[in-house]
């Protein structure tokens, strides 16, 4: 669980028990999502990185898919939970990845939001090269010493650190840390990464909850990377935001920009593959954000 001025927030984690209905919740995940999803081909075509600086202290920030961005400032570059696996276990990939992994530019920093094989991939981070190393919530940094990264942060929440001319925090969120189930003294959440005159924040994996006013409250966010999907969970625990909930965040976040996330690259849950990104846009009509809400292509970079 995180913490807060030394003391954890319970209400803030989700706990590991499910809920009750949960073996039919199951039972249609692998009869309908899992099974059908083997035989389908992968869709999406990779695109080559924009290597060069985004223009007049912009930021540039490509969705790679589900959680993983390049995020490039005018002197600096990050990596968000890079993931180019083609499977999870016996989830597969629906969608090829924005940009190849042999592709990538050299980055500053590699941030990883927390420790679920979805955002922490091993195999993934091995083939990553950051000059500034990485950066994990604190309990996950014995799984990431030996991928050959040259520094190993762990932070707290609430943690603000400098490193290499960006502001990093560390930020609270309401899901889970552990990867294999015993191991839940790993903490989790999302960060908000500045430079000068450009601020992203990276949410990781949550379910809606009152710290997203807080850290409105606290920040100035430019870019707010938003997850929407795999609400429908076979566990029935309250893990990750609908479409709707993540709208809600983003206006509590009070940022400029929305760049949806966690949707269409893994079938994590129950919900139709198709559903969150058609619910976003809704809600995001309803509410008049329509401006504000941008969804690009896995490849394409956002400027702001």
Request: glycine fraction near 10%; include cysteine; charge should be neutral.
């Amino acid at each position: 669980m995180p913490e807060e001025n030394g003391k954890r927030l319970a209400q803030d984690y989700a706990g590991l028990k499910p809920r009750k209905g949960w073996p039919n919740r199951n039972y249609k995940f692998f009869r309908y999502r899992l099974v059908p999803q083997i035989f389908k081909k992968l869709h999406g075509d990779p695109q080559h990185p924009v290597v060069d600086a985004p223009p007049d202290g912009k930021a540039r920030v490509t969705w790679i898919g589900h959680a993983s961005f390049l995020v490039q400032f005018e002197e600096h570059s990050i990596l968000f939970d890079p993931n180019w696996a083609k499977w999870l276990g016996i989830v597969k990939r629906m969608a090829h990845p924005g940009i190849l992994m042999e592709h990538m530019p050299e980055v500053d920093l590699v941030l990883v939001s927390h420790a679920h094989f979805d955002h922490l991939h091993k195999k993934s981070l091995k083939g990553v090269d950051a000059r500034d190393g990485i950066v994990v919530p604190r309990g996950s940094g014995s799984l990431v010493r030996r991928l050959g990264f040259p520094a190993v942060r762990e932070m707290k929440i609430w943690e603000e650190r400098r490193i290499n001319g960006l502001r990093i925090l560390h930020t609270p969120s309401h899901h889970w840390g552990a990867r294999f189930g015993h191991d839940t003294h790993r903490d989790y959440g999302g960060f908000v990464v500045a430079s000068e005159k450009r601020s992203v924040f990276h949410c990781g994996d949550s379910a809606y909850f009152e710290g997203f006013k807080k850290i409105g409250a606290r920040e100035d966010i430019d870019i707010a990377l938003m997850p929407i999907g795999a609400y429908d969970t076979p566990s029935g625990r309250d893990v990750h935001m609908n479409p709707e909930e993540a709208v809600q965040a983003f206006e509590d976040l009070g940022a400029r920009l929305m760049i949806p996330m966690h949707y269409g690259t893994f079938q994590l849950s129950n919900e139709p593959p198709e559903e969150p990104l058609q619910r976003l846009l809704a809600e995001a009509e309803r509410r008049g954000l329509s401006d504000r809400v941008v969804v690009p292509h896995a490849g394409e970079g956002v400027e702001l």
